[in-house]
């Protein structure tokens, strides 16, 4: 596989990041990961902006435009052959010297920048797209500002090792009684004809397939509640499912041992699932 580090692409064995990466040594950095279908890139400009604001928030220096970056993803996509699959990419605060927890000079320091793909054949017609997954629910205990894509992503991490050992497929995050979101998507339930998710804010990651997702219900005939909900709540609707840009729409049929509906994949998550990658696969790049 070929990476690209840094202004330069080199086989995966040869490429290499220092020890004094402040990503490596204090999660200094933020990532993006956007899907590849038929060989083009799903809502890259979603993720180009997102990722600019990411950068911004944490004062880490843009080192490319929206176009260069683009040109990188693709000519990685084609370099390796991707025709299904993910583009992974991070871009970290840099190398100074030495630990120290001020942040260095942007003008001594460039921030790190690393993509790799991830070649998944046959991603959007995955098999648990028509199984369904089952969750179960934990507490939230990330920092504060879930809404930057950093690559602090330990308490995620395990929380899918607990949603792994209670022998359910992933685990939603409670606080103070409400659901923020799954460990790596965002999460929904459908109750008649109403979407409900909760709203945008500093306690979730803005996704760019909710974003899209949520456009696109009226095209299913469904309205959208945005507000904090229960996992109780979640427990009586009629289907949920989960969105991010490496499942699409991927529904939910049992929330902590508890099945929605007849436990199976219903039909408006379905409809959801298809006219996001109808209308995403019309405007990929
Ligand atoms: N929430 C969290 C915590 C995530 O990690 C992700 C995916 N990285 C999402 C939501 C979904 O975001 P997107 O649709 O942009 O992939």
Redesign the pocket.
């Known amino acids: 596989r070929t990476v690209y580090v840094n202004g330069e692409f080199l086989p995966e064995t040869e490429a290499k990041v220092s020890i004094f990466d402040r990503a490596f040594l204090m999660a200094d950095g933020v990532y993006e990961?956007t899907s590849v279908l038929d060989g083009k890139l799903i809502d890259f400009d979603?993720?180009a902006v997102?990722l600019e604001r990411s950068l911004n928030e944490l004062d880490i220096r843009s080192p490319m435009t929206k176009e260069q970056l683009l040109e990188i993803h693709r000519e990685l996509v084609e370099m390796n052959g991707i025709e299904d699959g993910l583009v992974y990419l991070q871009i970290t605060r840099g190398a100074p010297g030495d630990r120290d927890f001020v942040f260095p000079d942007p003008e001594t320091t460039e921030p790190t920048v690393v993509l790799f793909t991830q070649n998944k054949p046959g991603l959007a017609d995955s098999p648990a797209a028509k199984k369904g997954m089952k969750v179960i629910s934990i507490e939230d205990q990330r920092w504060g500002r879930?809404d930057i894509?950093t690559v602090q992503l330990l308490y995620?991490s395990m929380g899918k090792m607990m949603a792994k050992k209670a022998g359910a497929d992933d685990a939603w995050m409670v606080m103070d009684g409400y659901v923020t979101?799954?460990?790596?998507?965002?999460a929904y339930y459908i109750k008649g004809n109403t979407i409900v998710t909760r709203a945008l804010s500093n306690d979730?990651?803005h996704?760019?397939?909710?974003a899209a997702v949520l456009r696109f219900a009226a095209e299913a005939q469904m309205k959208v509640e945005e507000r904090n909900f229960t996992i109780e709540e979640a427990q009586q609707a009629d289907e949920a499912f989960i969105?991010?840009?490496?499942s699409f729409v991927m529904p939910v049929v049992e929330i902590d041992g508890v099945p929605l509906g007849d436990g199976r994949p219903g039909p408006k998550a379905a409809r959801l699932r298809e006219i996001y990658l109808e209308e995403s696969r019309k405007v990929a790049v």
């Open positions: 990961v979603g993720h997102r879930r894509k995620p979101e799954g460990t790596s998507n965002n979730i990651l996704g760019i397939t909710r969105t991010s840009a490496s």
